[in-house]
Structure formats: C-alpha cells, structure tokens
C-alpha cells in the first residue's frame, strides 16, 4: 500500500458532463503529480504541485481540465465537458520533499474514466 | 528532450530463468533512470533507480539493472523468474529541464512468466 489515495476508482460519465477526481497524497508530501494512462501507454504527465502552488502544466492539459491543491494537501482534478478521447486512468502521485537524492514517486490505484 | 524507449511490449520467460526487459535512453547531461512496475488493479511501484555510481542498481523484488552509458541502455534484469513477477514495467527517466523534476515513462513491457 503506496498510501495514496484516490477517489473514485471508477466513473463513467455520458459526453458532456463534467467529472471530479480527488487525490489524497502521503500526509508529509509536499510535491503532488497527476498523470494520464492509456491503454498500452506509460503514464503522461499532466501537472505538478508544490505545496499549493501548481507549478507546472503540460500542453496535454487542456482548457477543460483543471486541477487545484488548496491547503497543500488533497487535489483535484476536474475535467468539464468531457469528450471520449478523456476516457483513461488518472494517476495521482507524491513526493517528499528533496532530501538528497530522494526521487521516489508514490502511486496511488488511479481514477479510471470512461466516457460513454 | 529526454525520453525513453522499451522496444518490446510483451517478454515471455519461463519461471526458473533469467529474465531481461529492455531500456534505451536519450537524455542531454547526466541521466537519472528509473523502473516502475503496475501490478493489476494497482498503482505503479518503484523498483529502483540510477542516479550516480555503480552501474549495477539493485532494486525489490529481486531486480536489479544494469546502466550502461555507451550503449545509452538501462536494462532491468533479474536471475531467475517468478510467476509472480508477471506485470507490466515502466522505464523512466526524470527531466532534467523541468521545474517539476517529473518523470517520463516508457510505453512499458509486460513481463509473462509461464509455470
């Protein structure tokens, strides 16, 4: 068990619709990490969190998708007005702070979304 | 920009011999490399990691991987395979240009491994 948590496990949502996930990192994580698997892929990078502060976004997050870490603590991850090419596991991560040479990412179980 | 790559999408060993899953790497400067394993129905786990010294990591489980900066490879290898080992396996490859220190994952190899 990473101690990550993630909520919900699954979603299927209808075209159009806006969804929610939440990601509950290891307690004294300050670095947050969400990813995108697709089948047969490694995971993509969607965006990072320092604390609060959302540092760093990739061109693969559009528009619709936004992400937030209010009390540097949980995340979200909202995608609005889904499309189905969205359908795919979201992977929330964390790390601690840097010591050395710590560079140890820690999963959780994902948030697999369909889109119908 | 850094990457990786894992030529192989399925390895199919026996148990009881020596497995291989392939890595090559292209990164500008000096690379840190990674191996991440996804069981079913589970998050992605660190196996082990190359930063800087020996070329010989040791990891869980039994794995260990072999850096070899000439040939720009990271293999991860382990000498004798079990049935449990059977799951999917991610290189990766931290970027050293980002802010964020994120990782870059491979598009994975599943490792098979027959009774």
């Known amino acids: 068990d990473t101690g990550v948590s993630q909520d919900p496990r699954h979603k299927i949502t209808k075209r159009g619709q806006n969804v929610t996930f939440r990601c509950d990192p290891i307690s004294e994580h300050n670095r947050l990490y969400w990813y995108r698997q697709t089948l047969g892929q490694g995971p993509e990078f969607l965006t990072y969190?320092?604390?609060?502060?959302?540092?760093?976004k990739s061109r693969l997050l559009s528009d619709r998708f936004s992400a937030e870490r209010p009390k540097g603590s949980f995340s979200t991850l909202e995608i609005q007005r889904t499309e189905q090419g969205d359908s795919a596991m979201y992977l929330c991560a964390s790390r601690p702070r840097e010591t050395g040479t710590n560079e140890k990412l820690f999963f959780g179980s994902g948030t697999q979304l369909s889109v119908l | 920009a850094q990457s990786v790559a894992q030529p192989e999408d399925q390895v199919n060993v026996a148990e009881g011999n020596p497995l291989t899953v392939k890595c090559t790497y292209s990164?500008?400067?000096?690379?840190?490399l990674f191996w991440y394993v996804q069981y079913p129905n589970r998050g992605l786990q660190f196996l082990l990691k190359y930063i800087t010294g020996d070329n010989l990591v040791k990891g869980s489980y039994g794995f260990e991987a072999e850096f070899n900066k000439s040939q720009t490879s990271f293999h991860l290898k382990k000498p004798s395979a079990l049935v449990s080992d059977s799951a999917l396996y991610f290189c990766?490859?931290?970027?050293?240009?980002?802010?964020?220190?994120?990782?870059?994952f491979g598009s994975g190899t599943r490792l098979s491994i027959r009774p």
């Open positions: 990164v500008s400067g000096n690379p840190y």
């Open positions: 990766a490859v931290r970027d050293l240009y980002s802010s964020a220190s994120k990782i870059i």
């Open positions: 969190f320092q604390n609060e502060a959302q540092l760093e």
